[in-house]
């Protein structure tokens, strides 16, 4: 469970995210939604440590984020909205390998966590390649790619599907579905709701700040729709 208790953040004191609070449950797929500027990427980068409340709390299956940095970006894997943004290595291969070999795990299991997740993306035959050489499409599940080899309860993604073509969009959507019948929570923000609204148990709509809209896909897809395109 991801637990938001009452968090306030901001930048240079310019108020972001005000008593906000939120439950993700284990397994939950939740799409998030709203405006340019309401807080969706400040919100994400509060699940495992990469901004720290003001005041209130993140808690990651119970622990406080900030108490144990390590278990927190071990259970919730980010994905940035720019793919090249968190790519380490040259290779395919190399890049997947960073978060485990980082766990200090033996090689033989870092190689099996390297093909387990490029398997789950569908790149498992583009290990060698170079990053430079991929397209948006096999950029984004890379990136994907190298957040499961830590092999994370959840999965954490900023705007997936910005700057792909049609069938990278598809692709992605498509890696993101079995994962998510497989039992891993994601938590993901769009602009884009009608893209994801049939994977979603639950939409979250964003505004100012504060959570708005908490609801199923269906009863919250009206009102919704028009807070992505606003
Ligand atoms: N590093 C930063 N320094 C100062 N202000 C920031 C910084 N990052 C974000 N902000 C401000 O915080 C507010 C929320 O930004 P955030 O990126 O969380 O919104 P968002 O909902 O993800 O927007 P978008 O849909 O455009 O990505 C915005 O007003 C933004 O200008």
Redesign the pocket.
């Known amino acids: 469970m991801i637990e938001f208790r009452s968090v306030t953040y901001g ?2 004191d ?1 108020p ?1 995210l005000e008593d906000l609070s939120l439950t993700i449950e284990n397994g939950e797929f939740v799409v998030l939604v ?10 994400l980068r509060h699940c495992n440590g990469l901004l720290t409340p003001d005041s209130g709390t993140v808690l990651v299956d119970g622990t406080p984020v900030e108490a144990d940095l390590i278990a927190a970006r071990s259970t919730v894997g980010m994905v940035f ?1 720019h793919p090249r943004d968190q790519f380490v290595a040259a290779t395919v291969g190399t890049d997947v390998a960073f978060g485990p070999e980082n766990l200090g795990l033996e090689r033989s299991a870092i190689d099996s966590r390297v093909t387990a997740a490029l398997e789950a993306v569908n790149m498992a035959d583009r290990e060698d390649d170079r990053i430079e050489t991929l397209s948006g499409g096999e950029q984004a599940r890379v990136a994907i790619a190298g957040a499961l080899a830590m092999k994370p309860l959840y999965l954490v993604l ?2 997936p599907f910005t700057g792909l073509d049609t069938p990278a969009r598809r692709s992605v959507r498509s890696r993101l579905e079995s994962l998510s019948d497989r039992g891993t929570g994601v938590l993901l ?1 769009t ?1 884009d709701l009608r893209e994801i609204r049939d994977l979603a148990d639950r939409v979250i709509g ?1 505004q100012d ?1 504060q959570i708005i809209i908490d609801d199923t896909p269906e009863q919250a897809l009206d009102d919704c729709a028009e807070l992505a395109t606003r």
Do not use: I, Y
């Open positions: 930048f240079d310019v972001v709203g405006p340019n500027g309401s807080g969706k990427t400040t919100l909205q900023d705007e923000a602009h964003m700040g």
